[in-house]
């Protein structure tokens, strides 16, 4: 067969990086202590609004920050030199804490020490095409050959493609959102016989769905081994995040 119609060949990549996503409608709640995010303490029973946690944002929350780079994997499908599939899916986590006092209410009112922990998961799953552009040139081979025999006839010689540079499109990219946040309480009055810690969690999900953009470049170590580096552009985004669980 020729290059054009070979068989499909397959192939598994390690996916790391880093994510940036806007998430300055997130950052400005988290930045302003008159947003309220959460169920009022009434009767330790939270009211049946959607929320995100108890209370206020404490005053000088830090914006949302990657707490890990971005990690995941893809499968490629190459249909002939130039064009290939690919699907898979990363996990990009982010997050937020911050400190406080807090004033707790038993019947007078205690001074308690306040942390407040957002996490933002993002699950994505992808499905795009790729086009590649092969480098001029001329392939590399994994071993030596003696000296006048010509390039390709001698057996002992497996050549490493060569470099090449692509242009990727999304076809579909569907974003999983899982918005988190822990909030430990610790009401401390020994004079008044008070030593506990309350811990209050909150769950939202959302789904989104976007395409996206990028170029990059491959550079083979072996015939079945090789490095790439790519930057991508993504357009979308979730929407709504819903109350989960309390």
Same mark, same amino acid.
């Given at each position: 067969l020729s290059p054009?119609?070979?068989?499909?060949?397959?192939?598994?990549?390690?996916?790391?990086?880093?994510y940036l996503p806007k998430l300055e409608e997130l950052n400005y709640i988290l930045r302003h202590s008159e947003a309220e995010l959460g169920p009022r303490n009434t009767e330790a029973k939270p009211s049946s609004y959607p929320v995100v946690y108890q209370g206020l944002s404490p005053e000088g929350m830090p914006e949302?920050?990657?707490?890990?780079?971005?990690?995941?994997?893809?499968?490629?499908?190459?249909?002939?030199?130039?064009?290939?599939?690919? +699907?898979?899916?990363? !996990?990009?986590?982010?997050?937020?804490?911050?400190?406080?006092?807090?004033?707790?209410? *038993? /019947?007078?009112?205690?001074?308690?020490?306040?942390?407040?922990?957002?996490?933002?998961?993002?699950?994505?799953?992808?499905?795009g095409a790729k086009r590649y552009w092969t480098w001029a040139g001329k392939s590399e081979a994994t071993s030596q050959k003696p000296e006048g025999e010509k390039s390709g006839e001698y057996p002992g010689i497996v050549k490493r493609p060569a470099p090449r540079f692509y242009a990727e499109m999304g076809v579909l990219a569907v974003t999983r959102a899982h918005l988190t946040t822990?909030?430990?309480?610790?009401?401390?009055?020994?004079?008044?016989?008070?030593? +506990?810690?309350?811990? !209050?969690?909150?769950?939202?999900?959302?789904?989104?769905?976007?395409?996206?953009?990028? *170029? /990059?470049?491959e550079y083979f170590i072996?015939?079945?081994?090789?490095?790439?580096?790519?930057?991508?552009?993504?357009?979308?985004?979730?929407g709504d995040i819903r109350f989960a669980s309390y």
């Open positions: 054009a119609h070979a068989a499909i060949q397959w192939s598994l990549s390690v996916v790391e990086g880093y949302m920050r990657p707490k890990s780079p971005k990690a995941g994997l893809q499968f490629q499908a190459d249909i002939n030199p130039r064009y290939a599939v690919v +699907f898979g899916g990363s !996990t990009a986590v982010f997050d937020s804490a911050k400190r406080d006092i807090r004033p707790f209410f *038993v /019947g007078f009112s205690i001074p308690a020490t306040r942390e407040t922990r957002f996490s933002l998961a993002l699950n994505q799953f992808w499905l822990d909030v430990w309480l610790h009401v401390y009055a020994p004079e008044e016989g008070f030593d +506990f810690y309350k811990v !209050t969690e909150t769950e939202s999900v959302g789904n989104g769905y976007a395409t996206y953009m990028g *170029v /990059g470049g072996k015939k079945w081994l090789s490095i790439g580096m790519d930057i991508d552009y993504t357009v979308g985004g979730v």
